[in-house]
């Protein structure tokens, strides 16, 4: 496949040359060559490596975590095993996170309960009063 230009890369991979741009900065996209007046080409398959990048940012990777698994991907020694791991340590932060917004919205449903909400004035609004409220004492 011949090389792309980066509009034609962004297009392809439904991001703006903005994001295509971000991910060279963090080397996760390389041009495969510049033309002569600096305009970037890349190869046929940044389309599969942006894909790739797209998609693992919406399962909650970081860029730092997709430049690893990228690496692995290409490394002629690594194993399905090793993408997996990275698989599970995200399953086991998500689950951490969940359990974190549990938390918080269950802190929420307890001081909205006690608010009388309505036209009750703001100086009966115990989520104020919770929010002003000094833990220390």
Same mark, same amino acid.
């Given at each position: 496949?011949?090389?792309?230009?980066?509009?034609?890369?962004?297009?392809?991979?439904?991001?703006?040359?903005?994001?295509?741009? #971000? #991910? !060279?900065?963090?080397?996760?996209?390389?041009?495969?060559? =510049?033309?002569?007046?600096? *305009?970037?080409?890349?190869?046929?398959?940044?389309?599969?490596?942006?894909?790739?990048?797209?998609?693992?940012?919406?399962?909650?990777?970081?860029?730092?975590?997709?430049?690893?698994?990228?690496?692995?991907?290409?490394?002629?020694?690594?194993?399905?095993?090793?993408?997996?791991? *990275?698989?599970?340590?995200?399953?086991?932060?998500?689950?951490?996170?969940?359990?974190?917004?549990?938390?918080?919205?269950?802190?929420? =449903?307890?001081?909205?309960?006690?608010?009388?909400?309505?036209?009750?004035?703001? !100086?009966?609004?115990?989520?104020?009063?919770?929010? *002003?409220?000094? !833990?220390?004492?």
């Amino acid at each position: 496949m011949s090389s792309i230009a980066i509009g034609q890369l962004a297009k392809a991979g439904n991001v703006n040359i903005d994001t295509v741009r #971000y #991910y !060279e900065r963090k080397n996760l996209l390389m041009p495969e060559a =510049r033309t002569p007046s600096g *305009y970037r080409r890349y190869s046929g398959d940044s389309i599969r490596r942006l894909r790739f990048i797209r998609k693992a940012q919406g399962l909650g990777f970081s860029l730092k975590e997709i430049g690893n698994m990228l690496d692995m991907s290409s490394a002629h020694d690594a194993e399905c095993g090793n993408i997996k791991q *990275y698989a599970e340590k995200k399953i086991d932060d998500i689950q951490v996170r969940i359990s974190d917004l549990q938390r918080i919205r269950d802190g929420l =449903r307890q001081i909205a309960a006690s608010c009388p909400g309505g036209d009750s004035p703001l !100086e009966n609004c115990t989520i104020l009063e919770h929010f *002003y409220k000094n !833990e220390a004492q």
